[in-house]
């Protein structure tokens, strides 16, 4: 007889626990997408320098590039844009380099990006180049160097 009791508590527990996983899931899984993924176009200048063009809409973070100054692609390569909103298991490569970590828990997430000799993050509140923390400003363009200097950066014109 106590067994039936204990077996009624569980299924009981149990079609609660489906219950409110079913009612809730829907605005947690909105929650954690609302904000869009990371926007990366891989590509090339006029004058065959490489560039990262960044966005987050959602975010207003628009138009944000970043310049490998001294490198050069040939004239065959695509600009490529990529999204980061699935996760991957990393590494893997990505035009000028190997993404070398990604979390996309709650978009749009971190992303890190080893290219060519520098270490660019992505994330939400700052954008983060070989350590070193850059607010994020549109329509701004950051150029890198090769030797690991400190990157310049130039505003809106």
Not at 17 to 32: K, M, N, T, W
Not at 47 to 62: M, R, S
Not at 64 to 91: C, I, S, W
Request: aromatic share 10%; proline share 10%.
């Amino acid at each position: 007889m106590k067994s039936e009791g204990t077996l009624k508590h569980f299924v009981v527990a149990l079609l609660l626990a489906v219950g409110c996983y079913a009612l809730f899931y829907p605005s947690i899984e909105h929650r954690r997408t609302r904000k869009g993924p990371w926007e990366v176009a891989f590509a090339r200048t006029n004058a065959d320098v490489p560039l990262l063009i960044i966005d987050q809409p959602k975010l207003a973070i628009t138009n944000v590039q970043v310049m490998f100054a001294d490198r050069l692609v040939g004239t065959g390569f695509t600009n490529t844009h990529k999204t980061f909103g699935e996760p991957k298991p990393v590494p893997f490569p990505v035009p000028f380099g190997t993404c070398v970590f990604m979390d996309t828990t709650f978009l749009p997430g971190t992303v890190t990006f080893q290219l060519f000799d520098h270490e660019i993050e992505l994330i939400p509140r700052v954008l983060v180049i070989d350590r070193q923390e850059h607010p994020w400003v549109s329509n701004s363009t950051i150029t890198l160097h090769p030797i690991r200097n400190s990157p310049t950066r130039s505003g809106p014109r």
